[in-house]
DNA sequence: AATGAATGAGTCTTCATTCAT
DNA sequence: AATGAATGAAGACTCATTCAT
C-alpha cells in the first residue's frame, strides 16, 4: 500500500507544535510530546519535516506567508487613504494576534536559527509591504515620516505590545483606535505641533 | 579568615553569562563555556547559582532590576516635561535592549521559570513608571492620551522593534528619535490634525 | 510490524545488572557499564526503566518474586515433614544470597527507595511462607516453637550470616546441614535436654 | 593560638556520620551534611578522617571495637558456664543493637570497601570470641557443635533478624530467651532427637 | 508511509577533595 | 586547627535522530 505524504498531517504537526513551541521555550519543546499529542509515531515527524529546526523553521514561516498573503490581497484591492489602509494592517495583524495567539507570540523571536534568514526574509517582506502603504501616504502627503522603514517595524511591535499587555476591559475596536491613533499624531497634546523636545547632547 | 562568597565574582558570571546567552538561545549557551570564559571552575558556578536556569534568571531580573532602578533615579532627579523624560526612558530601554538582546526570549512566556512570576512582576513596574510619566504630561497638559498605561506598554516594545529591526546605518540616536517623534506627533501631515480615518465598521 | 518492547531484553538487562550490583557497592555501578555489558545503548536503559534506581529496584524484586514464588511451588507440592520443608527453605535462600549477596545492602533502609515498601512486602510474605510450615510441624507435633513468627525471621538471618562469613572450605550442602541441625536441635549436649541455663535476672 | 586535634570532635563526627549512614545508603550520605549537623566546617572533616571511606571505616571499625572489647571483658570476668556466657554475648549484641541501632546496622554490611579488611577482622575477631566460649563449652561436654566457627557467625545475625522484625510486644528477655533456645535445643519436638532430616541428594 | 525501539553524543549537575586564608 | 569557597572529574540522564520492520 503505497501511501503518499499527506498534507493534512502535515498541517496538523505544524499546528500541534505550534501549540507547544508557543507554551514554552524551544529547548522544552519535546518532539516526542509534538508526536505524542499529533498521535502519530516520532519517526512519522521525520517524514515531513528534516528535524526539530526545521519543523520549527516551517512554522514560523508558514504562518508568516498566510498572513502577509491575505493582507497583501487586502490591500491590493484597497483603493483607502494611507491611514485607512493603515488601519486595515493593525486590524489584520491585531486579528491574526487573536486567533492563532500562540503563532504570533513565535514571531516575536529573534532567535539565532538556521531558518533564522527565510523568517527574516518574510518579516522583511512584512515590514516592506507596510513600508510601501507609508510611502504612498507620504508621496501623496497625508503622512510624514523621516524613516517609513523604521515606522514599519512597530506596526507588528505595537499589536503585541497591546496583546500582551492584554487588559480585560479593552476591545479589539479600542486597541486599534488606540494604535491607529497613536500612529496618527501622537500623544504630544495637540496646540504645540512641531519637534518634540529637547535634543538628546551626549553620544 | 575565611573565604566569603564574592559578589565580584557573582557579577563577573552574570556579566559572561549576559554576554553569551545574549549571543545565543539558552538551549545553546554551555555552562562549560560560561566557566571556561568567566576563567572559573564549573562548580563554581553552582556555588553561585542553583542551576543554568537561575542564573538566567538572576541575570535578567537584575538586569531589569538595574534598569528600572537607574530610571526611577534619572526620572526623580528630573525636572524635565514629560516629553524630556520620555526620552529617558527610551533611552534606558534603548540601551538595555542592545545589550541583552535575547532578554525577551525569556520575557515572554509568563509560566515557565520560577522567576518569570517576579520578572513579569518587575515589568509591571516598569510600565507603571512609563505610565505615570504620561499622566503627568497630561495633567500638565502637555500630552493627551486616553491611555496612558496601553501606551506605556507600548514603549518597550517599540524598542524591541526598532532593535530587532536593526538597520545597520541607524544610530542609537537616530532610533531614539524616530520613536520619539512618533510617540510625540505621530506620522500624520501637519495639516490635518483630528482624528484619523474611517473608524472601522464591521465587527 | 512495529519493533516491540523486547522482554527479552529487559531480562539481559536485569540479569546484567544484577551481576554488577552483586560484584560492588550501588554507588559504584556505573549504568555506562551495565549497558556496555549487556552490548546495549545506554539511551536503551531507560527505555526499560526510568533510572538507575528503579533498575536497581526492580532487580531486587523481581528476584524475591522468582524466590518466593519458586519456594511456594516447591512447598506447596511437597508432601515433605516440616523439616524436611525447612530445609527446601534455607536451600533456596542459600541459593539466592549466593546470586544476589548484595541484596541485604539494600533491604536494610526502610525509607530510600520507592520500592522498598514492596520489598518489604514481599520480605514479610516469605516469613509468613516460612511461618506457616513451622506451625504446620507444631501442629504435627513435629516442632516445638513459642514463637514461630520470630524464628521465620531468623532463618534468611542465619543463611546470610553463613554466607558473609563464607569460610572457603565450607560447600553450601555444609551450610544448609549446619543450618538445619541448629534449627533441629541446636547446640547443647544431647544429653542435658531441658531449659537452658540461668534466667535473666536483672532488667 | 595552637590548637589539638580535638578527641571530642572526632567522637562527635563518628556520632553524627553513623546516624547519617544509617540512615541512607553510603552514597547518599553527604560530607556536606555531615559537616553541617556536626557544625564544623567541612574541611574539619579532613582533619580527622583522611576521606568519605575513611570516615566509614572508622564508623564501623570503632563501633565493633567498643563493644568487642566490652564483651571481652565481662566474660573474662565470668566463671559462668557456656551457655550462661552465650547468653551474655547475645545480651550483649541486643542490648548494642537497641542502644545504638545506627552502628549496629552498619556492621551488618558486607560492602567491598578498602577498609573492609580491617573490619572483616574486627568482625572475626567477635566470632573468634564467640566461637572460644563454644569450644570452652565442647570440651566441658556441654554443647556439641561440628563447627563452631559457622555457629559463632550466626549470633549476631539471630540477634539483628529479632531487632529487624521487631514486633512490638517482645521484650528484650523475650528475645533473648528464644534466641538462647533456639541455640540450645533448636526447634525440633523433644522426643525425636538425633539427626534432622534426609540429607540433600543431588548437588 | 508509518512506526517506535534503539542509540549515544551532549550536558547538566553532584560532591569528594583541596587549599588559601 | 579550622574553614568553606573553589574545583573538576565523574556519571546520570535527555532527546534528536536513525532505521529495521
Redesign the interface.
Known amino acids: 500500500m503505497v501511501q503518499r505524504p499527506d498534507p493534512e498531517k502535515r498541517r496538523l504537526i505544524i499546528e500541534i507544535a505550534a501549540r507547544l513551541f508557543a ?6 519543546v519535546k518532539l516526542d510530546d509534538v508526536a505524542a499529542e499529533a498521535k502519530i509515531g516520532k519517526g512519522t515527524l521525520y517524514v515531513y519535516f528534516k528535524g526539530k529546526e526545521q519543523l520549527y523553521a516551517a512554522l514560523l514561516e508558514e504562518g508568516y506567508v498566510a498572513m502577509v498573503d491575505k493582507l497583501r490581497g487586502e490591500l491590493s484591492a484597497s483603493t ?2 494611507a ?2 489602509d ?2 486595515l494592517i493593525v ?1 489584520a495583524v491585531l486579528a491574526r494576534a487573536r486567533s492563532v495567539p500562540h503563532l504570533f ?1 513565535l514571531m ?6 538556521p531558518c533564522a534568514g527565510q523568517i527574516t526574509q518574510h518579516k522583511e517582506e512584512m ?1 516592506r509591504l507596510i513600508a510601501q502603504v ?1 510611502r504612498r ?1 507620504i508621496a501623496d ?7 517609513p ?3 514599519a ?2 506596526v ?3 499589536v ?3 496583546v ?2 492584554d ?1 480585560p476591559d ?1 476591545t479589539d ?6 494604535i ?11 496646540k ?2 512641531g ?6 547632547t551626549e ?1
Open positions: 507554551a514554552r521555550p524551544y529547548h522544552e483607502n487613504s491611514l485607512e493603515l488601519r486590524r507570540e516575536r523571536s529573534g532567535q539565532t536559527l515590514r507609508l501616504g502627503g497625508e503622512l510624514a515620516d523621516p524613516d522603514d523604521l515606522t517595524s512597530y507588528q511591535s505595537l503585541r505590545a497591546a500582551l499587555y487588559a479593552r475596536a479600542d486597541v486599534e483606535d488606540h491607529l491613533a497613536l500612529l496618527t499624531h501622537g500623544i504630544a497634546a495637540a504645540k505641533r519637534r518634540p523636545t529637547s535634543r538628546r553620544s
